[in-house]
T-cell receptor, first 114, second 114 residues
Framework: DTGVSQNPRHKITKRGQNVTFRCDPISEHNRLYWYRQTLGQGPEFLTYFQNEAQLEKSRLLSDRFSAERPKGSFSTLEIQRTEQGDSAMYLC????????????FGSGTRLTVV | AQSVTQLDSHVSVSEGTPVLLRCNYSSSYSPSLFWYVQHPNKGLQLLLKYTSAATLVKGINGFEAEFKKSETSFHLTKPSAHMSDAAEYFCALSPSGSARQLTFGSGTQLTVLP
């Protein structure tokens, strides 16, 4: 068990470009969450999956954002036509069953849009 | 609706003195409550969690927190601060018994002075 892995760790992109991030959860965890964290703030929920089903999406997840979790394993978060306001740390977390076990977070992907 | 308020954005203590980080919550459900720590450019690490068992919860690295329903508080304490405790601390909640997403406070930056 190597924990939750996120790639890349850092991404710098030009405004208007598309970017994709990947999250590999702990293998037996069936629930996977994406959060966004801006400087000086706590993480904000974006979306979550139970297995391959996307069960909830925040209003923060605009039409330019899409997330997938094919086969209920790794997940990708894509941002199309990036804007400077998308610059943030994107965090992935996973858990098994109900949250009594706690959520395990990855180290995040820091996105900078220039 | 639910929310988390961390009452201090910055706390500064001297090494060897007690730490108190304050968290108040508002929730229409019976909550589960969590404290996470985040070191610079790292993901969030779970310190401790309350999930409707004992109201005094012991966590890692000597931290503990007490759930006080009457005061809607879940303050984090440590008897003696260590230099390595310097980090950002986040209080979070989710509805008890579910795997719904976490709602985070805005964080408290802890500085430990030599």
């Amino acid at each position: 068990d190597t924990g939750v892995s996120q790639n890349p760790r850092h991404k710098i992109t030009k405004r208007g470009q598309n970017v994709t991030f990947r999250c590999d959860p702990i293998s037996e965890h069936n629930r996977l969450y994406w959060y966004r964290q801006t400087l000086g703030q706590g993480p904000e929920f974006l979306t979550y999956f139970q297995n391959e089903a996307q069960l909830e999406k925040s209003r923060l997840l605009s039409d330019r954002f899409s997330a997938e979790r094919p086969k209920g394993s790794f997940s990708t978060l894509e941002i199309q036509r990036t804007e400077q306001g998308d610059s943030a740390m994107y965090l992935c977390a996973s858990t098994k069953g109900v949250q009594g076990l706690g959520y395990t977070f990855g180290s995040g992907t820091r996105l900078t849009v220039v | 609706a639910q929310s988390v308020t961390q009452l201090d954005s910055h706390v500064s203590v001297s090494e060897g003195t007690p730490v108190l980080l304050r968290c108040n919550y508002s929730s229409s459900y019976s909550p589960s409550l969590f404290w996470y720590v985040q070191h610079p450019n790292k993901g969030l690490q779970l310190l401790l969690k309350y999930t409707s068992a004992a109201t005094l919860v012991k966590g890692i690295n000597g931290f503990e927190a007490e759930f006080k329903k009457s005061e809607t508080s879940f303050h984090l304490t440590k008897p003696s601060a260590h230099m390595s405790d310097a980090a950002e601390y986040f209080c979070a909640l989710s509805p008890s018994g579910s795997a719904r997403q976490l709602t985070f406070g805005s964080g408290t930056q802890l500085t430990v002075l030599p």
